[in-house]
T-cell receptor, first 112, second 115 residues
């Protein structure tokens, strides 16, 4: 069964303290690996899509990487406004739909 | 604003009542998805439309749930005889499906509380 696991469940960082979030996936043929940011009470906001192992994408203080089994979201010198839940989702080949299979997310809190 | 919109944003209802949610996708997006998210969990897929055709429904979608997308534009999700276990955030996402890539953009969600 297709599955996505994120760790840690929660992470507290001091402003400027870099760290990484992990997303492990097991799918029958990965079509794409997605990262979203979700603020409380709001819908997920798209950040990145990665399609093949070795691919990297960057946006401001965030950098996403992909291997054959997992993806990492690296946060460099975070600021309090980076506090949110970060969701990882896998999209598998096959079937009638390109539905996303989400992990449970990592709740990030950045303290000033 | 040309993003995905959902209405209402919040709904409180009593057990046994029917509720209907609306989703307006990004203009010209041919694919539309409904997901459900409970507290502390990631969104879970419910159903998918390509234009007006409903092509897949999750096992999570019981007979009390029905979704439509008339004319391939907006979509509605109806829950009949609501139960307390239906309390969740209902999210709509749309995309412009291409063979090589597809990014789903989410709306703000409708938060349902069943008393």
């Amino acid at each position: 069964e297709d599955q996505v696991t994120q760790s840690p469940e929660a992470l507290r960082l001091q402003e400027g303290e870099s760290s990484s979030l992990n997303c492990s996936y097991t799918v029958s043929g990965l079509r794409g690996l997605f990262w979203y940011r979700q603020d409380p009470g709001k819908g997920p906001e798209f950040l990145f899509t990665l399609y093949s192992a070795g691919e990297e994408k960057e946006k401001e203080r965030l950098k996403a990487t992909l291997t054959k089994k997992e993806s990492f979201l690296h946060i460099t010198a975070p600021k309090p406004e980076d506090s949110a839940t970060y969701l990882c989702a896998a999209q598998a080949y096959g079937g009638a739909t390109n539905k996303l299979i989400f992990g449970t997310g990592t709740l990030l809190a950045v303290q000033p | 604003d040309t993003g995905v919109s959902q209405d209402p944003r919040h709904k409180i209802t009593k057990r046994g009542q029917n509720v209907t949610f609306r989703c307006d996708p990004i203009s010209e997006h041919n694919r539309l998805y409904w997901y459900r998210q409970t507290l502390g969990q990631g969104p879970e897929f419910l159903t998918y439309f390509q234009n007006e055709a409903q092509l897949e429904k999750s096992r999570l979608l019981s007979d009390r749930f029905s979704a439509e997308r008339p004319k391939g534009s907006f979509s509605t999700l109806e829950i009949q005889r609501t139960e307390q276990g239906d309390s969740a955030m209902y999210l709509c996402a749309s995309s412009l499906g291409e063979w090589y890539q597809e990014t789903q953009y989410f709306g703000p969600g409708t938060r349902l509380l069943v008393l």
